[in-house]
Nanobody, 116 residues
Framework: QVQLVESGGGLVQPGGSLRLSCAAS????????MGWYRQAPGKERELVAS???????TYAGSVRGRFTISRDNAKNTVYLQMNSLKPEDTAVYYC??????????WGKGTLVTVSS
């Protein structure tokens, strides 16, 4: 099990940018991928972007070309650079760490609000 701590959320105007960070600690050696999910009010949690330890990235269609996921293996930290933000990107963003066993660990979430 790992502990995940997110940071970087906040209020931003449409068209603006934010960068989220997620630092992992604990038994990080078994992680196979890390990523970001989000949950908007009244909606189910959905994948935003993920990146395997081999560097393969996956993006939701709604964010492809605007968001970039990256990972600093030395710091056990994953980042989500979000550009050209839209009001529909407003949600609580959760960091996820996945293991080969199928176990998933989650952070507590960070709120991103896109509004003028």
């Amino acid at each position: 099990q790992v502990q995940l701590v997110e940071s970087g959320g906040g209020l931003v105007q449409p068209g603006g940018s934010l960068r989220l960070s997620c630092a992992a600690s604990g038994r990080v050696g078994g992680i196979t991928s890390m990523g970001w999910y989000r949950q908007a009010p009244g909606k189910e949690r959905e994948l935003v972007a993920s990146r395997t330890t081999r560097g393969v990235a996956t993006y939701a269609g709604s964010v492809r070309g605007r968001f970039t996921i990256s990972r600093d293996n030395a710091k056990n930290t994953v980042y989500l650079q979000m550009n050209s933000l839209k009001p529909e990107d407003t949600a609580v963003y959760y960091c996820n760490a996945a293991f080969a066993s199928g176990v998933n660990n989650w952070g507590k979430g960070t709120l991103v609000t896109v509004s003028s």
